[in-house]
Every structure is written in structure tokens, then in C-alpha cells.
């Protein structure tokens, strides 16, 4: 709690002054994080968003306003502040959903700082050529696309059911680029259908399925095997992280333990990536507290399937 409250202070106290090049000054990653010579292969965050308080050059979407910003910025150089030190060099960005349809904060984060982002966008799947949109955004570095029920205007039970749904999986199979599926389990049923009629295309399903969550809560072998079951494709794929919203949601969040060993097991390491979902985990605790919770208390993972699960799969994905 001392974390949060420091971490909101300071966000109050820089206000919107909080600007890259300040931060940068005071900071040692600029040399390091930032760097576009430096080789990397250390850790890889598989997910995290960013966003900016100067809604005047990236407006936000209908429905948004500036009062729903919290914190009112996440700006990369705020991100790396948070990595310094823990061994994490390369982060996924998905696309912030404040900004609707619009990557180009995202786009142009990841210009500023080569090597160092691949992103997640997200299109709309009734715009005019989703599948252009996304050949066109992974010219740009986006390996992934976001998707979720909302973005289908049907419900978790029959969310892939409109034809531009369905379409998106054709094209990221033809184009080998993945799905992010933001779901929980009621939305699973359609993500097997689907998945057995493009078996080719890379899927993910972020934050363990939201399981140990809202009416997963608390968690049951039941809720498990709903996911776990769906190992069967080969090319679904998990994120291991959001602990801060899961299970008790109070670092070192080791209730999780006995949750992530059976989805480890079912879709082993090669399918598991570890993501913070920064800037929620900053909020909620520290950025330590998440890669620990894999890195030094994940007992039944083996070095090697630590290396997958914080780099390898990630890297595999997302900075091919
Ligand atoms: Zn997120």
C-alpha cells in the first residue's frame, strides 16, 4: 500500500510536466533501456499499455474521457523507471483501449525507441479491410491483434460467430500473426470452434483467462479445465500475469501458485508468456512482485521452462 500511495504521489507532483525528457534525465536507463545499440535477450514483459496525457495530438476515443486516464499518463520512460534493475529489456505493448481503434501513440512509442516494443493492435473488424489494416500494421512491428466481445457486438457465448470475427482468424493464419483474446471463460466455447478451423493461427489468451476472478472466484479444478482443456491446439497460447487482479491480489500473490502449475502443465512453457499488465501492476504493487512471483517462487518450474516462460515464448511470438 506505501508502494501505490508513493507511486500516486508522485504522478500528482509531476502532473503534466511528467514529460519524457524529464524523466530521462533522472534516470540511468536511458543509456541502457532506451539504447538502440544494445544487444537484448533478457526478460520480455508480454504485456503492457501506455498512454499520454496530451489528448490534444492523440485524442481519445468516443466514449472516453481525460478523467478516466488513471494514471493520467503511462509514458514508455515512466515504464522503464519501473524496469530498471529487474532484468527485463523488451515489452509487447497492446494497444490502450482509450484510444479506440487508433494505434498511433502506440506506433509512435515504438518508433521512438527501436528494438526495445513490439506492439498488439487492435482493428476494427467491421472497418472497411481489417486484413489489409493488419498487414499494414505489422509492417509497422505489431505481431498481435486485440480482440474481445465487445469488439464483436455479441455476447462471450457466441462473440466469433459474425463473419468479420471469423475473419480476422483466417487472415492471422494466412499472415502468421497472433489473436490476443481479452476473455474469461464463458467466451472459451467459441475460441475451440474457432481454433479447429484455423488450427495454423497463433492465438492468445491474455491474463489466464481472468480465472480466479469475478464468478470464477474462488477458483475451481472445474473453471481450470475449462482452459486447460483447450490444450488441444497447438497454437493457443497463454499470458501467465495481472496477478494484482487475481486470486487475493496482495504481492507476493503465492495463492496463484497452485492455479499457474496446472496451466503450465497443460499448455507447457513453449505456449506460456509472462506479462505484468503494467501500468495496473505498478499501481497495485511493484513490477518486482510479478516477475518474482515466476522467477524465484515458481518452484515446479524448471530454469529452462523459466527462460520460456519470461522470454523464449515471448520472443518466439512477438520479436521474430
Ligand atoms: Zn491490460
Same mark, same amino acid.
Given at each position: 500500500?506505501?508502494?501505490? %500511495?508513493?507511486?500516486?504521489?508522485?504522478?500528482?507532483?509531476?502532473?503534466?510536466?511528467?514529460?519524457?525528457?524529464?524523466?530521462?534525465?533522472?534516470?540511468?536507463?536511458?543509456?541502457?533501456?532506451?539504447?538502440?545499440?544494445?544487444?537484448?535477450?533478457?526478460?520480455?514483459?508480454?504485456?503492457?499499455?501506455?498512454?499520454?496525457?496530451?489528448?490534444?495530438?492523440? +485524442?481519445?476515443?468516443?466514449?472516453?474521457?481525460?478523467?478516466?486516464?488513471?494514471?493520467?499518463?503511462?509514458?514508455?520512460?515512466?515504464?522503464?523507471? @519501473? %524496469?530498471?534493475?529487474?532484468?527485463?529489456?523488451?515489452?509487447?505493448?497492446?494497444?490502450?483501449?482509450?484510444?479506440?481503434?487508433?494505434?498511433?501513440?502506440?506506433?509512435?512509442?515504438?518508433?521512438?525507441?527501436?528494438?526495445?516494443?513490439?506492439?498488439?493492435?487492435?482493428?476494427?473488424?467491421?472497418?472497411?479491410?481489417?486484413?489489409?489494416?493488419?498487414?499494414?500494421?505489422?509492417?509497422?512491428?505489431?505481431?498481435?491483434?486485440?480482440?474481445?466481445?465487445?469488439?464483436?457486438?455479441?455476447?462471450?457465448?457466441?462473440?466469433?460467430?459474425?463473419?468479420? %470475427?471469423?475473419?480476422?482468424?483466417?487472415?492471422?493464419?494466412?499472415?502468421?500473426?497472433?489473436?490476443?483474446?481479452?476473455?474469461?471463460?464463458?467466451?472459451?466455447?467459441?475460441?475451440?470452434?474457432?481454433?479447429?478451423?484455423?488450427?495454423?493461427? +497463433? $492465438?492468445?489468451?491474455?491474463?489466464?483467462?481472468?480465472?480466479?476472478?469475478?464468478?470464477?472466484?474462488?477458483?475451481?479444478?472445474? @473453471?481450470?479445465?475449462?482452459?486447460?482443456?483447450?490444450?488441444? @491446439?497447438?497454437?493457443?497460447?497463454?499470458?501467465?500475469?495481472?496477478?494484482?487482479?487475481?486470486?487475493?491480489?496482495?504481492?507476493?500473490?503465492?495463492?496463484?501458485?497452485?492455479?499457474?502449475?496446472? $496451466?503450465?502443465?497443460?499448455?507447457?512453457?513453449?505456449?506460456? %508468456?509472462?506479462?505484468?499488465?503494467?501500468?495496473?501492476?505498478? $499501481?497495485?504493487?511493484?513490477?518486482?512482485?510479478?516477475?518474482?512471483?515466476?522467477?524465484? @517462487?515458481?518452484?515446479?518450474?524448471?530454469?529452462?521452462?523459466?527462460?520460456?516462460?519470461?522470454?523464449?515464448?515471448?520472443?518466439?511470438?512477438?520479436?521474430?
Amino acid at each position: 500500500m506505501e508502494n501505490h %500511495m508513493t507511486r500516486r504521489d508522485c504522478l500528482k507532483t509531476l502532473g503534466a510536466s511528467a514529460t519524457a525528457a524529464s524523466f530521462a534525465a533522472k534516470s540511468a536507463f536511458s543509456t541502457d533501456l532506451s539504447n538502440p545499440e544494445k544487444k537484448r535477450d533478457g526478460y520480455i514483459d508480454a504485456h503492457v499499455h501506455v498512454w499520454t496525457s496530451d489528448t490534444e495530438r492523440y +485524442p481519445l476515443a468516443e466514449g472516453y474521457e481525460k478523467s478516466n486516464m488513471n494514471p493520467p499518463s503511462f509514458a514508455p520512460e515512466e515504464l522503464f523507471h @519501473h %524496469m530498471e534493475g529487474t532484468g527485463v529489456d523488451r515489452v509487447n505493448l497492446i494497444q490502450m483501449s482509450y484510444y479506440g481503434f487508433d494505434n498511433s501513440y502506440m506506433l509512435d512509442v515504438m518508433d521512438r525507441y527501436p528494438g526495445v516494443f513490439s506492439g498488439t493492435a487492435i482493428v476494427d473488424p467491421f472497418g472497411p479491410d481489417p486484413a489489409a489494416e493488419m498487414k499494414r500494421l505489422a509492417e509497422r512491428g505489431c505481431h498481435a491483434f486485440r480482440i474481445q466481445p465487445a469488439h464483436s457486438r455479441q455476447p462471450p457465448e457466441t462473440w466469433l460467430q459474425p463473419e468479420p %470475427m471469423e475473419k480476422l482468424f483466417a487472415t492471422a493464419q494466412k499472415e502468421q500473426l497472433a489473436l490476443s483474446c481479452l476473455i474469461r471463460t464463458d467466451a472459451l466455447p467459441e475460441v475451440d470452434r474457432v481454433c479447429t478451423i484455423y488450427p495454423e493461427a +497463433p $492465438v492468445i489468451i491474455d491474463h489466464l483467462c481472468l480465472l480466479d476472478t469475478g464468478d470464477t472466484h474462488p477458483v475451481t479444478d472445474e @473453471h481450470i479445465k475449462r482452459l486447460t482443456s483447450l490444450n488441444k @491446439h497447438k497454437n493457443l497460447y497463454i499470458k501467465v500475469g495481472a496477478f494484482y487482479a487475481l486470486g487475493e491480489r496482495t504481492p507476493p500473490y503465492l495463492d496463484l501458485l497452485p492455479l499457474i502449475e496446472k $496451466v503450465v502443465e497443460a499448455f507447457t512453457p513453449d505456449r506460456c %508468456m509472462w506479462e505484468t499488465d503494467c501500468p495496473f501492476q505498478v $499501481v497495485n504493487g511493484k513490477y518486482e512482485d510479478s516477475l518474482a512471483l515466476i522467477r524465484d @517462487h515458481a518452484d515446479f518450474l524448471s530454469q529452462s521452462d523459466k527462460d520460456k516462460i519470461l522470454r523464449g515464448t515471448a520472443e518466439r511470438i512477438f520479436f521474430d
